[in-house]
């Protein structure tokens, strides 16, 4: 918008992708009729900021930006807090995605068949025909990974995927572009590095697919368990757990610091939308409320500990 306007700035000095459509700011466009290009790009006049109150926060814009962002994030999770106790009845007890109540209801009927609860029995033991097959699998850990794979910081236990599209440069592009550093990773839309494919070939590597596996496997080892009171499956699904989050030998640390990590890129670290990995931790975290019971007193003082770290 800024160049089709011809508004002056750094912009102005930006490559154009392969996939964009270079354009001629309107400013400069002599096909606009209702513009006078003879004179000079108006300037609207000025801008007014209220001082923060806060001293340091004056001196650097930066400060000033971040503290914005943890005033907005604060509000909105205080909002969150209110709306889900003030409207549903939530507090950190209760299951937050999936319905207690509606839960209880299903197992009796699962429990009592009737003619008319065909379709949800059913629908129930294929979840726990799932849960009974899935038990070989597991338990998972970031330090799975490859001594080849492992986080620029070497520290095996940092979960780990690269950005899928970015690739070291060839020879080709070194060549067309001598401003390319062979050290720097490049974008090439479409191109999936190897390994980063959703239990793909060689996903192995990286800790994607892995955390997916443990998210997905104990939530249905948890319903599974809930449903047939099979006790194996809470079992399994705690041991998981405890091998992810709360072992030092095995456990991630919790942050996604390398996650869309890019090389010679972000100070050789991942990208902030890196944390969509981490999305499906929303139903995952009623899965350790239904496990509680599973786990000592310790143990879920050291899983509130990961959490509020992360």
Known sequence: ?????????????????????????KW??????????????????????????????EVQTLDRHLARLTSMKLLLNTLDRRAGAELHGWTPK??????????????????????DNIVLRKTIEELVSVASANMVHG????????????????????????????????????????????????RRDGERVLGTEMYGPYSERYDRSRLQAMFNNVTVWTLGSFYSDDLSFAEHAAECVRVWFIRNETRMNPHLRYSQ???????????????????????????????????????VSQLHDWFSAY
């Not at 209702?34 to 209220?50: C, F, N, Q, T, Y």
């Open 1 to 25: 918008v800024l160049i089709q306007l011809g508004v002056p700035g750094i912009w102005q000095t930006w490559k154009w992708h392969p996939w964009e459509e270079e354009m001629t700011p």
């Open 28 to 57: 400069k466009d002599p096909s606009i009729r209702d513009i006078d290009h003879s004179k000079e790009i108006p300037r609207a006049g000025w801008v007014m900021r209220l001082n923060s109150g806060v001293s340091h926060l």
């Open 94 to 115: 209760k299951l937050l995605y999936f319905n207690l109540e509606t839960m209880k209801r299903e197992k009796e009927e699962f429990q009592n068949p009737t003619e």
């Open 139 to 186: 338990p998972w850990s970031v330090t799975d990974k490859p001594e080849d794979f492992v986080a620029p910081s070497g520290d095996p236990h940092d979960y780990l995927h690269p950005a899928p599209y970015y690739h070291p440069p060839t020879k080709e592009d070194l060549a067309n572009d001598p401003d390319l550093d062979q050290n720097v990773y490049i």
């Open 261 to 299: 990590f890019v090389k010679g890129k972000f100070g050789d670290e991942g990208q902030n939308f890196g944390i969509i990995e981490f999305k499906d931790v929303y139903y995952f975290m009623d899965a350790l409320r239904l496990l509680e019971g599973h786990f000592s007193n310790q143990e």
